[in-house]
């Protein structure tokens, strides 16, 4: 992008009106021609914007490969439930960046405003003044700054990719560092092996600040250990100096100081079991005496966090399945999340047995091989989609061809609604639909769900008011 654009002033930018969007695909032409992750470009940022980073609430710091998002959302419930403000920031988004940054308030939580968006953009645009960066770097300078002017009793902040030479890793002393299960993922910039990937993540660990680690495979761990007895961190090890299962419907924890019944997560899955007790771990750490059990109860049972196991009824997606058909919508894309998945989808099959099918869309960064195999024996049929508006995401016809050569009986489809449609004809019964693969294809159905029913010249309210004419049209 031009330097030219940067020429105007600040004063310019600031009360000419633009929306945030227009402000984030500017920023865009700022990346630098090749990513060398460091710190450099984000710390002298935040000295220009003057250190907004030192003025932020009590911080949690959370690495790690999966479940980052989950785990903060049970933080945050039982913080609220116990009275207090937190503010979040997280990412990527799914449907609208305001997602990635959800300030405390009066009337509860909220999404970052458009206004004060488009404001701290275009502050830490102005103090950038042109400078290569990425644009993590660059949002996470202006999450922080709206950090610094709300008033909050503690701060849930989610590493982006690694955690040593993420953006977020700027902060000298936060209260508490957690990090959840690490697995392979973004090998070209953390390393191919589990050792190298915790290596990564383990670098938010700092002098004398707890760390909770979440389960761990032993590569990993060994990893975090010497970590942290390098620097100096405390760790309170999950299976070591606490534990979390699942017993007669209800999850039990047990630390040295605590041994406690709550009801299981509003969250489905064994994984979030264990996000759930990770939390229960940090809050301990955090609150002490004053975390009470009616708090976690309240807080595991009331977190929310979309497109994990998510349930989709009562939207858009209708117009292309019965009305007995369930559709559940999970963002894994890597091989621990594929494989916490179809575990899920064993357990969901004793209670309710179905016929599954899997509608399939993944970003070509990623090993998509390793992602489906954990599903052989679990579904009856695979519908590959493409994701729309991502150029590096797998074609549907190169994405089938994966999944064939892995065993499965799988299929390329035009998308989201042909997939859907295709899944609905093949059922001999109302069945299970799985849709997975990638947090921009969550994005991309929520999106759908959420807005009218309509597949080309196909608008109906449900499927079942199609005409066989209609639904083999769509085919």
Not at 69 to 76: C, V
Not at 191 to 211: D, F, H
Not at 246 to 263: C, G, V
Not at 383 to 396: K, L, Q, S, T
């Amino acid at each position: 992008m031009s330097t030219i654009m940067f020429a105007e002033s600040s004063e310019s930018r600031r009360v000419r009106p633009v929306s945030s969007s227009l402000l984030l695909e500017r920023l865009k032409g700022l990346h630098p021609k090749a990513i060398d992750l460091s710190l450099h470009r984000v710390e002298r940022l935040l000295a220009t914007l003057g250190h907004p980073e030192r003025r932020l609430p009590p911080v949690v710091h959370v690495a790690g490969t999966n479940g980052k998002g989950s785990l903060i959302a049970f933080l945050r419930a039982i913080a609220e439930s116990l009275g207090l403000r937190a503010h979040t920031y997280t990412s990527p988004h799914l449907v609208s960046f305001h997602e990635r940054i959800v300030l405390a308030g009066k009337e509860g939580p909220a999404q970052i405003s458009e206004e004060m968006l488009v404001d701290c953009l275009s502050r830490v645009e102005a103090a950038n003044d042109g400078a290569p960066i990425t644009q993590f770097e660059i949002t996470t300078a202006a999450a922080f700054l709206a950090f610094s002017e709300v008033p909050a009793d503690i701060l849930l902040l989610e590493t982006g990719m690694g955690g040593r030479l993420d953006a977020t890793n700027v902060l000298e002393r936060p209260r508490v560092t957690a990090i959840t299960p690490v697995s392979i993922d973004h090998v070209g910039f953390l390393g191919n092996t589990l050792a190298s990937i915790a290596s990564e993540k383990a670098g938010i660990l700092k002098p004398g600040v707890p760390c909770i680690v979440g389960r761990q495979e032993a590569d990993a761990l060994a990893v975090i250990k010497d970590k942290a007895a390098a620097v100096g961190a405390p760790l309170h090890v999950f299976g070591r100096d606490f534990e979390v299962f699942e017993r007669d419907r209800r999850l039990i924890f047990h630390s040295a100081t605590r041994q406690i019944n709550l009801p299981l997560p509003c969250l489905e899955g064994a994984h979030q079991i264990d996000n759930a007790g990770t939390a229960i771990a940090i809050a301990s750490m955090l609150f002490g005496e004053a975390l009470t059990v009616d708090a976690l109860e309240d807080g595991v049972a009331k977190a929310k966090w979309p497109a994990r196991l998510q349930r989709l009824n009562n939207g858009g997606l209708d117009a292309y399945v019965g009305e007995q058909t369930e559709v559940l919508l999970d963002g894994g894309h890597n091989t621990a999340g594929g494989a916490a998945l179809a575990k899920h989808l064993d357990v969901l099959n004793a209670r309710d047995p179905r016929e599954v099918h899997l509608i399939w869309g993944m970003m070509d960064t990623k090993d998509a091989p390793s992602v489906i195999e954990s599903f052989k024996g679990r579904c009856s049929r695979v519908y590959a989609v493409p994701i729309p508006d991502e150029e590096n995401a797998f074609n549907a016809t190169d994405l089938a061809a994966i999944a064939q050569r892995e065993g499965f009986d799988a299929v390329p489809t035009r998308g989201l609604a042909h997939a859907l449609l295709l899944s609905q004809a093949a059922m001999r019964e109302p069945g299970r639909v799985l849709i997975f693969g990638s947090l921009y294809l969550a994005g991309h159905v929520l999106r759908v769900h959420a807005g009218p029913a309509s597949s080309g010249d196909l608008q109906r309210t449900s499927f079942q008011q199609l005409t066989e004419r209609e639904r083999k049209a769509c085919l």
